[in-house]
C-alpha cells in the first residue's frame, strides 16, 4: 500500500487502482430556526463546508481536530446516517453521496460505523447476542451454522466469553460494551470502518487494548478504516495516513510520520503542541499555542479559517482561501492549505 498517497491523489494498494472511498466537496449545513409558528430560518451551522479525502482499500486514516470542527459529522455523512447538503461521496466508484435507501442496500453491509459512546449505543433491552445478530438478520444473512454460532465466534474474536452471549448490556464494563459494538460492526464483513472516538469514553488502562484489537483485525480482515479521534497518540499508534481538520475543512494531510515529524500548517503545530511531554527539559521549551477561542461555524472567517488564531496571518489570508496543495519540498502527498506553510519554527518566530 502507498502510505503516501494524498486526499487528492488515488490511495491504493498499487498504482493505478481506485480509492475504496473518495469525498470531494463535502458539504453539511444545519438550519438555526426562531421561535414561534413559523420557524423562520435565521442561519447555518457550517459543520462540514467542502471536504476531500480519500481512504484506500485496507487502510487506515486517521482524522483528527479539535471538538466542533466537523469530524464526527463527516464521519455519519460517510455512513449516510445523515444526508448531505452538498458534495460527493463515492464507494468503489460509485456515487452514494445522494442515493436512496433502496440504491443504498446493496453496499449498506459493506460501511459499518463504531461509535463514541458504548452505553448509548447499544439497546439496553436486547441480550448481546441479539444486538450482535441484529445487522445479519435486517440483511437476511444466515451463516454457515446459524446465526447464535456466528454471533458466540464474533464475541470470542473480539476478546469476549462466547457463554455471555444471553447477558444483557449493564452486566458488562465500558470496554467490554465496546467490544460488543466491535463485533456487531463485523458482522457482516464490512470493507470499511468508520471509528468515531472508538476509544475517548474508556479508562486509559483500556484505551490501548481497543485499539489493539482494533488493528489486529484490520490486518487480519483487511478492513479499511476512518479513525476519527482527538487524541493524537492514539491516531499516531493506528493510523498510516492522517488528517487535520478545522473548522469544517482539511488543513494538512500526509502519511502519519510527515504530520508527526514535518507539519506545516500553523494549526496542526497547535494540535501537536499540546501533546503533554513526559520528558520535562522538552516541556519548558516554546509552544506554538493558538490565539484566542475558535470562531463560530455560524459565520466562519473569510479566507483561511484559522486566520483568526494564526500569529502569521497576512491581509492574503483575509482574502483568498488557500487551497489543499502539494508543495514542492515536501514528501509526495503531503498536502498543506496554508498561504504561508512552513515548520514549527516559523510559527514559534511569529509570536
Known sequence: MDQKTGVQDRPSAEPGTAPLLEVAGLVKHFPVRTGGLGRRQVGKVRA??????????????????????????????ITRLLEPTDGSIRYQGRE?????????????????????????????RQTVGAIVAAPMEINRIDPPGGRK?????????????????????????????QRVGIARA?????????????VSALDVSIQAQ???????????????????????????????????????????????????????????????SA????????????????????????APPSGCRFRTRCPKAQPLCAEQEPPLAQLAELADGHRVACHFPGPAEDTLTHR
Open 48 to 77: 462540514v463546508d467542502g471536504l476531500d479525502l480519500a481512504v484506500g482499500v485496507g487502510e487506515s486514516l486517521g482524522l483528527v481536530g479539535e471538538s466542533g470542527c466537523g469530524k464526527s459529522t463527516t464521519g455519519r455523512l
Open 186 to 198: 463485523l458482522a457482516l464483513r464490512p470493507k470499511l470502518i468508520v471509528a468515531d472516538e472508538p
Open 275 to 298: 501533546v503533554c511531554e513526559p520528558d520535562p527539559d522538552k516541556a519548558r521549551g516554546r509552544r506554538a499555542l493558538p490565539i484566542g477561542d475558535p470562531p463560530s461555524p455560524l
Open 96 to 124: 452514494i453521496g445522494h442515493a436512496t435507501r433502496r440504491e443504498l442496500a446493496p453496499i449498506r453491509s459493506e460501511i459499518q460505523m463504531i461509535f463514541q459512546d458504548p452505553y448509548s449505543s447499544l439497546n439496553p
Open 210 to 272: 481497543v485499539v489493539n484489537l482494533l488493528q489486529s483485525l484490520q490486518r487480519e480482515l483487511d478492513i479499511a478504516f476512518l479513525f476519527i479521534a482527538h487524541d493524537l497518540a492514539v491516531v499516531r499508534h493506528f493510523s498510516e495516513r492522517v488528517a487535520v481538520m478545522y473548522l469544517g475543512k482539511i488543513v494538512e494531510v500526509a502519511d502519519r510520520d510527515s504530520v508527526y515529524g514535518n507539519p506545516h500548517h500553523p494549526y496542526t503545530h497547535t494540535l501537536l
Open 149 to 177: 454460532a456466528k454471533v458466540k465466534e464474533l464475541l470470542e474474536r473480539v476478546g469476549l466469553n462466547p457463554e455471555h452471549y444471553n447477558r444483557f448490556p449493564h452486566e458488562f464494563s465500558g470496554g467490554q460494551r
